[in-house]
């Protein structure tokens, strides 16, 4: 889950925008599989071969709506799909075949997250009210980590969701309020407002967000610009910080 750094005031500035804790997503939302659960998930139920096994996953995601292709879009495996599937069913509690964004305040982490609102806007790009499966799981896929052994790119393939760049256009848009491009200082107040509450005065927020702006603000617009933003945290390991976990 994405969020901005708090502390002392000194800590602040263009380097500390954002950091990021992994997306949780299954029947579970909190901690991690335990072994013998992921051993269950690759040798498949007591008294199954793991041929068997593979073959029911396989038949499983049949189940989901242009599986194939949701697949090459957003670098999910089949089995890490298989989940999300079910975690999707189980928040379309009326089953309706798609998620609003009442469904999406179910998940507790973005009930409580400061920022859960901008993320769950996410889910619904051009004042759409509904999301289906592919477009959930495009959302999630800039979360998933960066594959070490990818290998070199076909530039005629378009750049993957979870792309160092992709990554940091999803954390941009949580502070471009009103989409024009740019990061005001208005907008930045009013995220930080968001995150720190009462931990810090106004007067510091103001000027933690003055400084923030200015060091970022190469072209002295008063504004951020994406490729600014970009460039601000060209040393932090934002690949790996956004990321998923997708529980059984």
């Known amino acids: 889950m994405l969020f901005l750094k708090v502390g002392g005031e000194e800590r602040w500035g263009s380097g500390s925008w954002l950091l990021a804790r992994p997306l949780a997503f299954g029947p579970r939302v909190t901690g991690r599989p335990r072994l013998q659960s992921r051993r269950r998930e690759r040798l498949g139920p007591p008294g199954s071969t793991p041929g068997s096994a593979m073959g029911s996953r396989s038949s499983h995601a049949a189940l989901i709506p242009d599986v194939e292709n949701i697949r090459r879009e957003t670098g999910f495996s089949q089995a890490s799909l298989l989940r999300l599937y079910h975690r999707f069913r189980a928040l379309d509690r009326s089953k309706k075949g798609y998620l609003s964004r009442a469904d999406l305040q179910q998940i507790g982490a973005l009930a409580v997250n400061p920022l859960g609102d901008r993320i769950i806007d996410s889910f619904f790009p051009d004042g759409s009210q509904r999301v289906d499966f592919s477009g959930f799981v495009r959302v999630l896929a800039h979360f998933r980590p960066i594959d070490d052994d ?33 990061i005001s200082r208005h907008e930045m107040l009013q995220v930080l407002r968001l995150m720190v509450g009462v931990q810090v005065t106004e007067e510091q927020l103001e000027s933690i967000t003055d400084r923030t702006v200015q060091e970022a603000d190469e072209d002295g617009d008063g504004a951020v610009s994406f490729l600014e933003f970009t460039k601000s945290l060209e040393k932090m390991d934002i690949e790996q910080k956004m990321s998923i976990r997708i529980l059984k």
Request: glycine content about 6%.
């Open 150 to 182: 990818t290998g070199v790119r076909d530039p005629k393939q378009p750049e993957p969701l979870n792309s160092r760049t992709n990554k940091l256009r999803f954390a941009f848009q949580l502070y471009d309020l009103d989409q024009d491009g740019k």
